[in-house]
């Protein structure tokens, strides 16, 4: 199926239904009053975050969902039907934006979500509402209201733990296939990859993450410049960047460390909080040079890009603010297993940290709630 990541849509939620302006007519039954019913409710357009759908496409051949009007109020205090909702079902990640407003609808973030795009108007009221002690036989009621109708537009952005980016070529495609069952396409030449890829990497039986491979980076791509410009949102939604480099490019005249800043420039102009996220260097194809030439040109490669990447070392703990080096080999399997345990401890020890954070966020609302409470009741109480 076709990859497509942002669709615009038209969602309109049925009118409510008119109230009815009747009167009881029954045989030795005079006077018998209003009996004018309410009109039903106009039907809603619900969307719904469902975890089996991965791509927007079926948004980008149907344009409009309406929900169908409330059905008119009757006599003999008979109500109208409401209608019935529609609910769009959504890939996890979807990002909802009104296109008038600019105003984030919502944001489905995990399976199950439902959220109400547009909402069914109310049915009017039938004339049974509107007597009184000076109204005996009230001969009006009420319309039903309009419901919403909203122009929205669809955003995918995929749900990883990691990211993968570098140039065309750099070896994603084939280090998530090292670590994965994910099976994207490989081959020798750029822009083999034209849409986001997403592994599950499976550490032990109850443990594992996501790991995302977009499509290649090249200058210019924060103007638009080459296919991945439209998938670096994929990595906003990511916690850890993995910033591979093919250290042993066909073409002599391509220098690594030129692409790999050129890289890091385009996230910087593309978005400031996705040029900050927490970034590690993995230097690929390691298996097409011999050990001492691998060894030269990583060590030319930090110089000339002037990063300092410490090698990992776990004997003084696991420290989440330095950036780590990694040298592997996808194709071969060299380095990978390292890369993988490397960030599962990461992800592990991010999640303990936001668990922590969170918990004493808890606390300090709970505390500050009593102390509320308490000057509350000593206010109460206070004898003059």
Same mark, same amino acid.
């Given at each position: 199926?076709?990859?497509?990541?942002?669709?615009?849509?038209?969602?309109?939620?049925?009118?409510?239904?008119?109230?009815?302006?009747?009167?009881?007519?029954?045989?030795?039954?005079?006077?018998?009053?209003?009996?004018?019913?309410?009109?039903?409710?106009?039907?809603?357009?619900?969307?719904?975050?469902?975890?089996?759908?991965?791509?927007?496409?079926?948004?980008?051949?149907?344009?409009?969902?309406?929900?169908?009007?409330?059905?008119?109020? =009757?006599?003999?205090?008979?109500?109208?039907?409401?209608?019935?909702?529609?609910?769009?079902?959504?890939?996890?990640?979807?990002?909802?934006?009104?296109?008038?407003?600019?105003?984030?609808?919502?944001?489905?973030?995990?399976?199950?979500?439902?959220?109400?795009?547009?909402?069914?108007?109310?049915?009017?009221?039938?004339?049974?509402?509107?007597?009184?002690?000076?109204?005996?036989?009230?001969?009006?009621?009420?319309?039903?209201?309009?419901?919403?109708?909203?122009?929205?537009?669809?955003?995918?952005?995929?749900?990883?733990?990691?990211?993968?980016?570098?140039?065309?070529?750099?070896?994603?495609?084939?280090?998530?296939?090292?670590?994965?069952?994910?099976?994207?396409?490989?081959?020798?030449?750029?822009?083999?990859?034209?849409?986001?890829?997403?592994?599950?990497?499976?550490?032990?039986?109850?443990?594992?993450?996501?790991?995302?491979?977009?499509?290649?980076?090249?200058?210019?791509?924060?103007?638009?410049?080459?296919?991945?410009?439209?998938?670096?949102?994929?990595?906003?939604?990511?916690?850890?960047?993995?910033?591979?480099?093919?250290?042993?490019?066909?073409?002599?005249?391509?220098?690594?460390?030129?692409?790999?800043?050129?890289?890091?420039?385009?996230? =910087?102009?593309?978005?400031?909080?996705?040029?900050?996220?927490?970034?590690?260097?993995?230097?690929?194809?390691?298996?097409?040079?011999?050990?001492?030439?691998?060894?030269?040109?990583?060590?030319?490669?930090?110089?000339?890009?002037?990063?300092?990447?410490?090698?990992?070392?776990?004997?003084?703990?696991?420290?989440?603010?330095?950036?780590?080096?990694?040298?592997?080999?996808?194709?071969? =399997?060299?380095?990978?297993?390292?890369?993988?345990?490397?960030?599962?401890?990461?992800?592990?020890?991010?999640?303990?940290?936001?668990?922590?954070?969170?918990?004493?966020?808890?606390?300090?609302?709970?505390?500050?709630?009593?102390?509320?409470?308490?000057?509350?009741?000593?206010?109460?109480?206070?004898?003059?």
């Amino acid at each position: 199926m076709k990859f497509i990541d942002e669709a615009k849509i038209e969602v309109v939620a049925g009118k409510g239904g008119n109230g009815a302006v009747s009167f009881r007519r029954e045989k030795f039954v005079p006077r018998g009053g209003p009996d004018g019913g309410d009109g039903g409710k106009g039907g809603s357009v619900w969307a719904l975050a469902d975890e089996n759908i991965n791509t927007l496409v079926e948004y980008r051949f149907v344009k409009r969902y309406q929900a169908k009007n409330g059905e008119k109020g =009757h006599g003999s205090d008979r109500y109208g039907a409401g209608a019935e909702d529609i609910t769009l079902h959504m890939p996890v990640g979807t990002l909802i934006r009104d296109v008038d407003t600019d105003e984030i609808v919502a944001d489905l973030t995990h399976h199950g979500q439902r959220v109400c795009l547009a909402r069914g108007g109310k049915g009017g009221l039938g004339n049974i509402h509107f007597k009184s002690s000076v109204n005996r036989a009230p001969k009006h009621a009420t319309p039903g209201e309009e419901g919403e109708a909203r122009t929205l537009m669809l955003e995918l952005k995929v749900l990883a733990d990691v990211g993968l980016l570098g140039m065309p070529n750099a070896g994603k495609s084939t280090l998530i296939r090292a670590v994965s069952a994910a099976r994207p396409k490989v081959a020798d030449y750029p822009f083999t990859t034209l849409h986001p890829n997403l592994g599950v990497v499976r550490m032990d039986e109850n443990n594992s993450f996501v790991m995302a491979d977009i499509p290649g980076l090249i200058e210019g791509a924060a103007e638009g410049a080459g296919l991945g410009h439209r998938f670096l949102k994929h990595l906003s939604r990511t916690g850890l960047l993995l910033h591979v480099v093919d250290l042993a490019p066909f073409d002599d005249s391509v220098n690594p460390a030129e692409e790999a800043l050129a890289i890091v420039n385009e996230l =910087h102009k593309y978005d400031e909080e996705l040029y900050s996220k927490p970034r590690w260097l993995v230097l690929n194809k390691l298996d097409m040079l011999d050990e001492e030439e691998a060894q030269e040109r990583a060590a030319a490669f930090l110089e000339a890009i002037g990063w300092d990447y410490p090698a990992p070392d776990d004997r003084f703990g696991f420290d989440m603010n330095t950036p780590r080096l990694f040298k592997i080999s996808a194709l071969a =399997h060299q380095g990978t297993q390292e890369l993988v345990q490397q960030i599962n401890q990461y992800l592990l020890e991010k999640k303990r940290i936001e668990a922590e954070t969170a918990e004493a966020k808890k606390t300090a609302a709970a505390v500050e709630m009593a102390d509320q409470q308490s000057q509350t009741d000593t206010s109460v109480f206070k004898v003059e």
